[in-house]
């Protein structure tokens, strides 16, 4: 498909970002397209919250794409620090040129200083690379799992947009990357980090959505299993399990159903493949005693 | 679309947005059924459509400040962001009003029902008055006394000697008249719980440890690129997070109001490393009410956020509820409750194991321990003692001493 490269500030609506996502099988509702497009008109970070699989990293990856933008992705845990998330010196190298410099007999400190704190011994990081790319789609993803300190690092270059290494300067972005932030909400995120995003509680999709998705991903997927595929999905989200399906496990499963070649949902072949749609001892035994797929008991 | 409890107003607002019953502090359970039709838009009668731009600031700030009053954080840098944002949209469409404003004021999934409410409230049509949340009448043992009546400081009714203090330390509350408990709580209040630390991964200077490349260098120049004298760093300390579970039902009620206060002196100690649950029959992240300053306020700022005083336990359920919040990877994780299970035991007994191996400690507290001749009879308890690796009393100042003793001090 040939098109010109698309920037963000040709997107005109919601409802013509809410096409492009959908040109890359990205059925985004209402909502949705309507914080993606002020996060990109407002160049304001994306606070994306909502229970695993409801399709929050997956809006990242579909945003790069729409505006052919490499994913850069930084994915947080306990105890992510500056030298894993913004940049290091290579060390090693450093030493091997001093110990060069020290053979050649060079000891002008100045000279040697300026020498082995240069752009080429710096390791960019997720952020400082998502600084120097451009355009860039930078995912930061469950940023709760990062510990409160790396919080205060993230604020700065998300205000900023710029990354001070003390031996260099400042490296700044000529434009910044449109970011997104996502969190599964295990711990709250501090307040000063939420004001300079938009923030968006997301769903998971509604039953006709859903459906949607699973035809628009599987073609070969017909409309009945797609509404029965949908129709349990949902229904398993009410019943309180400790891991309900996401979009993610609903693809899996209706993909799981193909290939064993059903055409239509029955207790059956829902016990033959309920793994792919649910990853937890406790919830196979809960659908199971309740007979939920009709037919036998458990 | 269903109806929804909590949808935003009828009126361009998108059927996604109602909230289901699975968002965290959304109250309502959504109903889907196969091939609902979405709700038609239909403005809603206060819309600022055609209104001059003054007009529409001067609306949409009267509606920052009715969300204010409903507890919704949506204070002056954020309305201006949602005027931003509104500026990118169109104002006259009341869809893209709800969803700028949604995204600019409201700071957690916790405010979106009260915000949708308001929404209805604001531009519904329907007078926007103050909208505070109804009031919780709450009948409790005991009365909790925020100060002297006509006066701050005047000295208590009870002379604190030490003595005083003393006899009041290892009373039960239970047993306490009201002068007592409530200077039985302001001692709490000034109680200060020193954390366990863990080990971080961040790194300081030290003496031994691994080789620090970066300060290397940096003596390597110091020393006119003489490689000599290779640095080293060694990982920090942090403190380790601990997660209360307040049960708020009929049975712990005499002890609940000082087990809360307890809470707050936890959560004031490390705000940044302390997350508290009340469990009753429906768990309810009560932290940010705890984080007030004032004891007197986090309290009526708890009563108004618990849904659930004095229902029956379903602890099992909720610990599973909790477990799937994934809030207890690596913390203690302490639990007041007197273990009087009203569902299931065995399910509580799973919930403990599960809990067991994802926590760093579990730490259980139990008013009842304190009296004399206390055997776990109930079959909660029973089933969930093997999993806990500290049974303490709570029902005293000394026993919360105890506590505090077992979450301070030391590396975890």
């Known amino acids: 498909m040939v098109r010109r490269t698309i920037d963000a500030s040709d997107v005109e609506s919601p409802a013509r970002l809410a096409e492009l996502l959908g040109e890359h099988s990205y059925l985004a509702d209402e909502g949705l397209a309507t914080v993606?497009?002020?996060?990109?008109?407002?160049?304001?970070?994306?606070?994306?919250?909502?229970?695993?699989?409801?399709?929050?990293?997956?809006?990242?990856?579909?945003?790069?794409?729409?505006?052919?933008?490499?994913?850069?992705?930084?994915?947080?845990?306990?105890?992510?620090?500056?030298?894993?998330?913004?940049?290091?010196?290579?060390?090693?190298?450093?030493?091997?040129?001093?110990?060069?410099?020290?053979?050649?007999?060079?000891?002008?400190?100045?000279?040697?200083?300026?020498?082995?704190?240069?752009?080429?011994?710096?390791?960019?990081?997720?952020?400082?690379?998502?600084?120097?790319?451009?355009?860039?789609?930078?995912?930061?993803?469950?940023?709760?799992?990062?510990?409160?300190?790396?919080?205060?690092?993230?604020?700065?270059?998300?205000?900023?947009?710029?990354?001070?290494?003390?031996?260099?300067?400042?490296?700044?972005?000529?434009?910044?990357?449109?970011?997104?932030?996502?969190?599964?909400?295990?711990?709250?995120?501090?307040?000063?980090?939420?004001?300079?995003?938009?923030?968006?509680?997301?769903?998971?999709?509604?039953?006709?959505?859903?459906?949607?998705?699973?035809?628009?991903?599987?073609?070969?997927?017909?409309?009945?299993?797609?509404?029965?595929?949908?129709g349990a999905a949902g229904r398993l989200r009410e019943a309180d399990l400790i891991k309900p399906p996401g979009v993610a496990e609903t693809l899996d499963w209706t993909e799981a159903l193909l290939a064993l070649g059903a055409r239509e949902l029955n207790p059956d072949v829902a016990a033959a493949t309920l793994g792919a749609l649910l990853k937890h001892r406790e919830d196979h035994e809960t659908v199971a005693g309740n007979g939920f797929f009709g037919g036998r008991r458990g | 679309m269903a109806a929804a409890a909590d949808g935003p107003p009828d009126g361009g607002v998108p059927d996604e947005a109602s909230r289901t019953g699975r968002a965290p502090g959304g109250e309502s359970r959504r109903e889907r059924a196969p091939g609902e039709a979405s709700r038609r838009a239909r403005a809603p009668d206060r819309v600022p459509s055609g209104a001059g731009p003054g007009d529409l600031v001067a609306v949409m700030t009267g509606f920052a400040r009715t969300l204010r009053a409903a507890g919704v954080p949506a204070d002056h840098e954020r309305t201006q962001s949602m005027l931003r944002a509104l500026a990118h949209l169109d104002a006259s469409r009341p869809g893209d009003v709800y969803w700028a404003g949604r995204f600019t004021l409201c700071a957690s999934a916790d405010d979106l029902p009260r915000y949708d409410r308001v929404f209805r409230a604001y531009f519904g049509g329907l007078r926007a008055g103050r909208t505070t949340p109804p009031a919780i009448t709450v009948t409790r043992h005991t009365t909790v006394l925020s100060g002297a009546p006509g006066g701050g400081d005047e000295a208590p009714a009870l002379a604190a000697t030490a003595s005083a203090v003393e006899v009041l330390r290892t009373r039960d509350v239970a047993a306490m008249t009201a002068p007592e408990l409530a200077e039985a709580h302001r001692l709490l209040a000034l109680m200060r719980v020193g954390r366990r630390q863990r080990r971080s991964r961040r790194f300081r200077a030290a003496r031994r440890g691994r080789l620090d490349g970066r300060a290397t260098i940096r003596e390597t120049l110091r020393r006119g690129g003489e490689t000599a004298g290779l640095r080293y760093r060694a990982h920090r300390t942090r403190p380790r997070r601990v997660v209360l579970l307040v049960d708020v039902s009929g049975s712990m009620s005499p002890y609940a109001d000082t087990l809360l206060r307890l809470a707050h002196a936890l959560v004031r100690s490390e705000p940044r490393a302390t997350e508290v649950f009340s469990a009753g029959t429906r768990l309810t992240r009560i932290t940010a009410e705890l984080r007030h300053r004032d004891p007197s306020t986090a309290m009526s700022a708890v009563f108004r956020a618990i849904p659930d005083w004095s229902g029956g336990t379903r602890l099992g359920e909720e610990l599973r509820r909790f477990l799937a919040r994934g809030d207890a990877g690596g913390a203690i994780v302490v639990i007041a409750s007197d273990g009087w299970e009203r569902g299931d035991a065995s399910l509580l007994g799973a919930q403990m194991a599960r809990l067991s191996r994802t926590a760093h400690r579990v730490i259980w507290v139990n008013p009842h321990k304190g009296q004399q001749g206390y055997q776990p009879l109930t079959a909660g308890m029973r089933a969930a003692l093997p999993y806990v690796d500290d049974f303490v009393a709570g029902h005293s100042l000394a026993a919360f001493e105890e506590l505090a003793g077992l979450l301070g001090g030391g590396n975890a």
């Open chain 1, 36 to 230: 993606a497009f002020l996060a990109l008109r407002m160049g304001r970070p994306l606070l994306l919250e909502g229970e695993a699989g409801v399709g929050k990293t997956e809006l990242a990856r579909t945003l790069a794409a729409v505006l052919e933008a490499p994913l850069i992705r930084l994915q947080c845990y306990e105890g992510l620090d500056a030298s894993q998330a913004l940049y290091d010196w290579d060390f090693a190298r450093q030493l091997l040129h001093l110990k060069a410099a020290e053979a050649a007999g060079i000891t002008d400190a100045a000279r040697l200083e300026g020498e082995v704190y240069d752009r080429r011994f710096l390791i960019a990081r997720p952020l400082l690379k998502a600084i120097e790319t451009q355009p860039a789609v930078l995912l930061i993803d469950e940023v709760d799992r990062a510990d409160v300190e790396f919080e205060a690092i993230l604020l700065e270059v998300l205000s900023d947009f710029a990354v001070s290494v003390p031996e260099l300067g400042t490296i700044r972005a000529a434009r910044p990357p449109v970011v997104v932030l996502t969190s599964n909400r295990t711990r709250e995120v501090h307040d000063a980090l939420k004001r300079r995003c938009l923030y968006h509680w997301l769903e998971h999709p509604s039953f006709e959505r859903e459906v949607a998705i699973l035809r628009r991903r599987l073609p070969e997927c017909s409309r009945i299993l797609a509404e029965q595929v949908a």
